[in-house]
């Protein structure tokens, strides 16, 4: 129980706290409780929901070859079981899948707190739900949910490519994540038709 209070209450300490660092230190700051929380969720043991179902997908990995991986991973998130098999193949298991995809549900969330008008409270608020919930309980749209934040705290007018990037990049472990394709809409009133072709043709299939 301690390490999940530890996720929220050293962000909402930095966020209350009278101090106020300089770059140097907020960064090595940020650096030290974004690598708190990979560890933590990265390293869990049979904790969440989808536990067991996370060992079959290595398990699947171990008894398929990479084109048949990637026919199951059609269902359960090409780049996610893409990563089961190169774990498999370098002899290493759940866990090293496990810190992979914390990784990029905090430093997604980290960059997109980073710009907010109260960075570490931010990060505090996501703590509770984003990264003890979703991160402990749902790895592939933890992953996804990573590369959506990331993307958006690139999404400005004129960095639509980018953004557009990402959002794929996560659909390719959780296929939900191509909804946010919609937030480009909000910024910007004229968007390259290819992207409204692209996103029509995906739901249409």
């Avoid at 708190?36 to 390293?43: A, E, F, K, W």
């Avoid at 536990?51 to 070859?65: M, P, Q, S, T, V």
Wanted: net charge positive; glycine share 8%; with cysteine.
């Amino acid at each position: 129980m301690w390490s999940y209070w530890l996720l929220f209450l050293v962000p909402a300490g930095l966020a209350l706290s009278p101090l106020r660092f300089d770059k140097y230190i907020n960064n090595i700051l940020w650096f030290i409780v974004g690598l708190l929380g990979i560890l933590l969720v990265g390293l869990r043991f049979e904790v969440g929901v989808d536990w067991g179902n996370y060992l079959n997908y290595l398990d699947l990995a171990k008894r398929y070859d990479l084109v048949e991986t990637l026919q199951v991973g059609n269902a359960n998130g090409s780049a996610y079981m893409l990563l089961n098999w190169v774990a498999v193949q370098l002899g290493l298991g759940i866990y090293v899948v496990n810190l992979f995809c914390s990784t990029l549900l905090m430093v997604g969330i980290i960059k997109f707190c980073q710009k907010q008008p109260f960075p570490w409270l931010a990060l505090a608020v996501a703590m509770p739900y984003l990264v003890a919930v979703v991160g402990m309980a749902y790895t592939r749209q933890a992953a996804s949910l990573g590369l959506i934040f990331w993307g958006l705290s690139l999404l400005k007018v004129g960095n639509e490519r980018k953004y557009f990037g990402f959002v794929i990049l996560a659909t390719l472990f959780h296929l939900s994540a191509i909804v946010n394709l919609l937030y480009m809409v909000l910024i910007r009133k004229k968007i390259l038709w290819q992207y409204y072709l692209f996103f029509g043709l995906l739901s249409v299939s």
